[in-house]
């Protein structure tokens, strides 16, 4: 089955400065990569989603790219904000089946 | 957007009961409709899939009558955990697919289960 990795688990940035969040799948039958976003207690938040047919897409200060060839997708936050402060989750998608990466604990420090 | 509701939030129950959780569309008819479950600080893992009218199907290691799972219309998904037990505690978390926007998957805010 589907594999994502992703990296790092834990990331701290200053308020203002950009994010990176990167994974790598191993399926290359794999066609969608959604980004959510989690806050504590609640359910995940799709932030952005990249199909396999586009190589970059971005909304105000978020990115996604996609690098087929090399299976792995990256997530880009600029102009950081306190409430950008979550977990953010990776995934890929073969058919119906979302598989996860491992997440990223996200911190933005005023 | 496409809105998911859970409920309960929160339900708390005794050891041996059962347990039902809803998962409704608000604003889309679901094609497909997911369940997972989320332990503490770990990540999503899917327990089963089910389609309007059909069974469920389960993931590996996944009890099918342990957790019951009924998609009776296009709106509406239930997860029954049946004698539930300590261990069964955990975050249940419901995922549709709107047919309408392209087969984007969107979350409902999701469950917390304790069972005592």
């Known amino acids: 089955g589907e594999n994502v990795e992703q990296h790092p688990s834990t990331l701290s940035v200053q308020e203002g400065d950009s994010a990176v969040i990167k994974c790598t799948y191993s399926?290359?039958?794999?066609?969608?990569f959604p980004w959510y976003k989690q806050e504590l207690g609640k359910g995940p938040q799709l932030i952005i989603d990249i199909r396999s047919n586009v190589g970059e897409k971005k909304d105000q200060r978020i990115a996604v790219t996609l690098n087929k060839t090399a299976k792995h997708f990256s997530l880009h936050i600029t102009e950081t904000q306190p409430e950008d402060s979550a977990v953010y989750f990776c995934?890929?998608?073969?058919?119906?089946?979302?598989?996860f990466g491992a997440g990223t604990t996200v911190t933005v420090r005023a | 957007g496409a809105v998911v509701s859970q409920h309960p939030s929160r339900v708390i129950c005794k050891s041996g009961t059962s347990v039902k959780i809803e998962c409704r569309s608000l604003d889309f008819q679901a094609t497909t409709m997911f369940w997972y479950r989320q332990f503490p600080k770990q990540s999503l893992m899917l327990m089963a899939t089910?389609?309007?009218?059909?069974?469920?199907?389960?993931e590996q290691g996944v009890e099918k009558d342990k957790f019951l799972i009924n998609h009776a219309s296009l709106t509406l998904s239930t997860l029954t955990v049946t004698s539930a037990h300590p261990e069964d505690s955990s975050f249940y978390i419901c995922s549709e697919t709107a047919s309408r926007a392209g087969d984007t998957q969107y979350f409902g805010p999701g469950t917390r289960l304790t069972v005592l």
């Open positions: 399926d290359s039958a794999s066609n969608y």
């Open positions: 995934a890929a998608r073969r058919d119906y089946k979302l598989s």
């Open positions: 089910s389609n309007e009218g059909s069974k469920a199907t389960y």
